[in-house]
Structure formats: C-alpha cells, structure tokens
C-alpha cells in the first residue's frame, strides 16, 4: 500500500513533469521553426556573399579582356611587342586569370598572316608567350568562345566551361569584341582556370559539415570537394533523385532561393553575374537537428536536476509539515486506543495553524475531556464501592442485633429483670442502625448523582465524535466535489483530443498534452475514491465509538437504577429501626405489657432480620458493579 508521502510527491511531480513536457514540446516546436529560419537566412546570405566575391573576381577577369580590346582599338598601329607586353601586367596581377590572348581575323596584322593570336598564361608561376594558338590546326575561329565574342553586342561574353587543347587546363573564357570604325577586327580573351575557382570554392565552410560547388549552366560540376565530378558529372544526372530534381530547379531559375532538399540537407543557390555558372551551398540537416539535440538535451539536464531538488524539497516540506504530524498523531491514536492517556502529562502540544494542527489541537482537547471523566469515574466508583461496603456492614450489624434481640426475648421469658437492659440494648443497636441507615441513604443520594454526571459526560463524548463525524461528512463532499472537477477535466480532455485529431499533424503535439491531462484527471479521481474510502471508514469507527458510549450510558443508568432501588430500601429499614425503637420504648415504659410486647418484638425481629438480609444481598450486588466498573475504568492510564 503506497504511503500518503509517495502519493503526494508523485501527483506534484507528475503534474510538474505535464508541465514540462507541455513547455518543452512548444518549445521545441518553436525553437525547430526559429533554427529553420535562421539557417535559411544564413545561407541566403552566406551564398549572396561568396556569389558576389566571385563576381567581382570573375568581373575583373572579364574587365582585364574588355580593356586590353579598348587598348587595341585606340591604336592606330598594332606594334606586336607592345600589344603582347600589354598583356603580362593584366595576368599577372589578377589571381584567378589563368591566360589572356588577342585574336584577330584573318589578314588584319599582316597580309600574310590568316591566324594571328599571341597568349599569355602563367606557368608554374611565370608568364609564357605562345603562339601555339595560331595556326590552322588549331584553328581557333572553330571555338564558340571566338564566335561569341565576335557576333556579340555586349562589351564582355562568357563561354561554357571547356579543355583547352594546348595547355590542357580546363577554364572559362571572356571575351571581348575588337571593333573598330563599325567593323569587328576580332576578339580579346581572359580566362579563368577551373583549378583556380575549385581551390577557391573548397575554401567555402558552410556550418560545419557542408559544401559549396559551382554548377556550369548546362549542369556541369566546376568547383565540386569531389574533383573527379567536375566537367565530368552533371548535377542533373546524378543517382540522388532529390539533388536530380533540385539540379533541374536550379538551372530552370533566374533567382537565388533557400530550399530544404528531401531529409538531408538544406540548399542555397545564386546566380554568379552574367556568366552563366551558378553558386550552390549544401549543408546537412544533421547540423540544425544537432542545435535542436543539445538544446533538448540542455532542458532536460536542467528539467532533470530541478525535479531532483524540487522531490527533495517536497521530500522535506511534505515530511516535516504532513507526514510527521500525522504519524504522531496515529501513534497517539493507537495508545490512547490501548487505554493510554498520559500523552497529555507528556508535553502533547502543536503550534500549527493548518488543518492538520487543527485536527491535533481537537485531538488534544479529545484525549483531555477523556481523561477528566475517566478520572472522575474512578473517583465515583470509588466513593460508591466504600458507601456499599459501608452499607454491607451496617447491614451484618443489624443482623447481629436482630439476632441478639431475639435472644433476649427468649431471655426475657426467663427473666422480667433482664429485660429492661436487654430493652436498652436493642434500643442502642436500634439508634445505631437508623443513624447507619440514614447515612446509607445519604450516600445512596450522592452515588445517584454522580451516575447522573458520568451519563451527562459520556454523551458530551459521543456528541464530540458525532460532530467529528459531521466534519468528514463535509470532507467527504469536497472530495465528491474535486472528483466531479477531475471528471469535468477528463471530459474536457477527451473533447480536446478529439479536436486535436481533426487538426491532424499539426494538433498531434497538442493531443500529447491533453491525454496527459486526462491521465492526471483519472489519477486525481482515483485519489478522490481513496480519500472517500477513508472517510468512509472513519465514520464507521465514529459510529462504533457512538454506540460503545450509548451502551455506556445505558449501564451507568441501569446502575442509577439499581442505586435507586438500594435507596428505597435503606428508607425502608430507617422506618422498621425506628418502628423497633418505639415498641422498645414501650417495652421500657410498661412492664406490664411485658409478655405481650415480648412476643411483638420477636416478630419484628423476625421482620428486621429478613430486612437486613434484603439489604445485604443489595449491598453485595451494588459492590460487585462498583468493582466492575472500577475494573473498566482501570483500563485507562491517566
């Protein structure tokens, strides 16, 4: 059977853990949300970021082309040694220029010439001229580069990601028209090499897990942490469904967006300027659920060491200021139930103004009521068990003179002269026996009234465990109360689960709380049942203890009774001693009457002996109840 403690801890815990949980689950669901967005804001801008450094790198390539074509133009006469010194300064100050090159049409620098290209590219570190480029196998009027930058109406174009033949490097190229009196005279070149931008994008951290790529727009990998998928692999064909179909969204779009891609990650992209090739940042979803772990682990840590200090607190305070006292009080209970009621003399004293000091102080006041009419009981019995022995012997005395009186009287047929002494005699014994009478009668009077008293104070009991009775009546209706507002609660949280289930996925967090609370509610009615159980049987014990007094009080009366019935017969012999005392004065003062009186006297003698036997068989009983009543009252300890 769970103790009173551990039922009153567990209900404050549960209801402190509901409580918890309720907050933590809301919590949780609006701490998921904030990290989701913020994740998306930092990678919206962590992409715009890094897409405009690489704009301004990739412009300054494309600027580099678009000057050395406005150098160009403004000569007037194309001196070979300073175009190509022209061009080491702009590749080799720029770091992600790989080579740049001026390409003319055929016939333009020299009649003799068809293929007329220089290129500068770096090489381990320095600068080579080549003119690899120039000739007809390498043809470089095939190159859509070349066509690009021919047929353009913009200052720089932008080719595809491509291998360039001579040097092997794959890069992207930008080209710039050489125009000049309305005619295009050919195309300058700057390109950027793919190992350049991939050392560059490899660079990227995205949180802590995640990557970065750059992605051509026909799909092609650029800058991939796998270098073997770039020009090789398209993001559009990869064996991943969800990179697939997100490849294909990326190239269909125009705008940078945030999107969380199947259960694995969350994806930035962006546009990189006008080339073409896009920006995209994957980080792992891992990352925010990790934020959401240790934040739920942190709460729960901390949720776990406050139930820990709060169990100890309620522990103590529920221990100190409930458990004790009533253990005490059941203790008390218990020898006061074995006849025990010295617990007063021994300093029971509380000082609490609670329900349960409240219940003590009655249960103080309870024991001292009782212990004041044990102790007057005792005192009765006491005065009634010394009055009937007292009666018992006056009763044997009377005997003992009857039968001396009805020596005499044969006596006195002998003898006329005896008869006057043995006249005093009786008349002396006869005195004494009224006196002993009337004292009898007088303690009769008293022992009546203090069975009166013993009545009226046991009712006063019976009257105090009635009223305690009418308390757990009362109790018992607040319980009925609370187990009507636990019911209430059960119903709204049933109706509240209903509600949650229509609302689906998003009502399931709440359908949580309220079948918690339902929960709390069939354990608060459950508790309402025990209490009431309790009542119950309080009442009961109040009713036994009722009809134990009423059966008291119906002895003490028959004992009134009894004592009654003692008094009329002390009345009784107060008149036949004095009726004896006046035929003796008679006896005394005629002589003459003698005979006559003789034979008188021993009749009323024989009547007095019968009397006296009357008496002393009441006398007996009324001892034998004054020690039985003495025995019961000695089961008390006062």
């Known amino acids: 059977m769970r103790s009173l403690k551990s039922i009153l801890i567990s209900i404050s815990l549960t209801i402190t853990t509901l409580v918890f949980a309720a907050q933590t689950g809301f919590g949780l669901y609006q701490f998921n949300d904030i990290i989701k967005d913020n994740i998306e804001i930092s990678l919206k801008t962590q992409v715009d970021k890094e897409a405009a450094y690489l704009i301004g790198q990739i412009n300054s390539v494309g600027k580099v082309s678009e000057a050395i074509s406005n150098n160009i133009t403004a000569m007037n006469i194309y001196d070979e040694a300073y175009m190509i010194d022209m061009l080491k300064p702009y590749v080799n100050k720029n770091p992600m220029a790989v080579g740049a090159g001026f390409w003319f049409e055929p016939y333009v620098v020299k009649a003799d010439a068809m293929y007329y290209g220089p290129y500068m ?3 381990n570190g320095q600068l080579v ?4 480029y120039s000739n007809e196998e390498y043809d470089y009027f095939q190159y859509d580069w070349y066509k690009n930058g021919l047929n353009t ?3 720089i174009v932008w080719s595809e990601p491509y291998t360039d033949s001579v040097t092997g490097v794959t890069m992207i190229t930008a080209a710039s028209p050489i125009k000049k009196d309305g005619k295009v005279l050919g195309v300058t070149t700057c390109d950027i090499g793919l190992k350049e931008l991939q050392d560059y994008i490899t660079k990227i951290k995205v949180g802590e897990a995640g990557y970065a790529v750059v992605i051509s727009s026909e799909g092609f990998y650029l800058g991939h942490k796998d270098s073997t998928k770039d020009m090789k692999e398209k993001i559009t064909e990869e064996k991943n469904e969800d990179i697939k179909s997100l490849g294909k969204s990326i190239l269909d779009s125009n705008k940078n967006d945030v999107k969380l891609v199947g259960s694995e990650y969350y994806v930035a992209h962006t546009n990189i300027g006008d080339t073409g090739m896009k920006l995209v940042m994957f980080m792992p979803q891992s990352e925010a659920t990790s934020v959401i772990k240790k934040y739920f682990t942190t709460n729960i840590v901390g949720f776990l060491i406050a139930l820990v200090l709060m169990a100890a607190c309620l522990y103590v305070l529920i221990t100190q200021k409930i458990i004790n006292p009533i ?4 203790e008390d209970s218990e020898k006061v139930a074995s006849g025990d009621l010295t617990i007063y003399d021994q300093g029971y004293k509380t000082n609490s103004k609670d329900e349960i000091g409240q219940l003590a102080k009655a249960f103080e006041k309870m024991v001292y009521q009782t212990k004041e009419l044990v102790g007057q009981i005792l005192d009765k019995s006491d005065l009634v068990a010394n009055s009937a022995q007292q009666l018992a012997d006056s009763a044997h005395q009377t005997a003992a003179s009857a039968t001396e009186t009805a020596s005499t009287m044969n006596q006195i047929s002998s003898t006329v002269e005896n008869s006057n002494i043995g006249m005093q005699e009786i008349a002396a014994s006869s005195d004494s026996a009224a006196i002993q009478a009337q004292k009898g009668d007088s303690e009769i009077a008293k022992i009546t009234g203090q069975m009166l008293d013993i009545a009226n104070s046991t009712q006063g009991v019976a009257g105090v465990i009635n009223e305690l009775s009418r308390k757990s009546l009362e109790i018992n209706q607040i319980v009925e109360l609370i187990n009507g507002v636990a019911e209430q609660t059960n119903l ?3 109706n509240a689960a209903i509600e949650a289930a229509r609302a689906g996925e998003q009502g399931r967090g709440f359908a949580v709380v309220a079948e918690e609370v ?13 209490i009431s159980g309790l009542i119950a049987a309080l009442q009961n014990e109040s009713e036994k203890a009722v009809e134990r007094i009423e059966e008291n009080v119906r002895m003490v009366k028959v004992g009134s009774n009894l004592v009654d019935e003692v008094g009329e017969n002390f009345k009784g012999i107060i008149q036949s001693v004095q009726g004896l005392s006046d035929q003796i004065e008679q006896l005394a003062s005629a002589s003459g009457d003698m005979s006559a009186g003789i034979q008188n006297v021993a009749a009323v003698t024989e009547e007095q002996t019968a009397t006296m036997e009357d008496i002393t068989a009441t006398t ?6 004054a020690k039985e009543l003495r025995a019961l009252v000695n089961q008390f300890h006062i």
């Open 492 to 494: 709204l949280a049933l």
């Open 620 to 625: 007996e009983t009324l001892e034998a109840m």
């Open 518 to 530: 339902r929960k709390l509610a069939e354990q608060t009615s459950q508790a309402t049942k025990r």
């Open 153 to 155: 109406d913009k200052d």
């Open 121 to 123: 590219y770096k090489d």
């Open 327 to 330: 253990n005490k009080l059941v």
């Open 129 to 132: 001229e080549t003119w690899d």
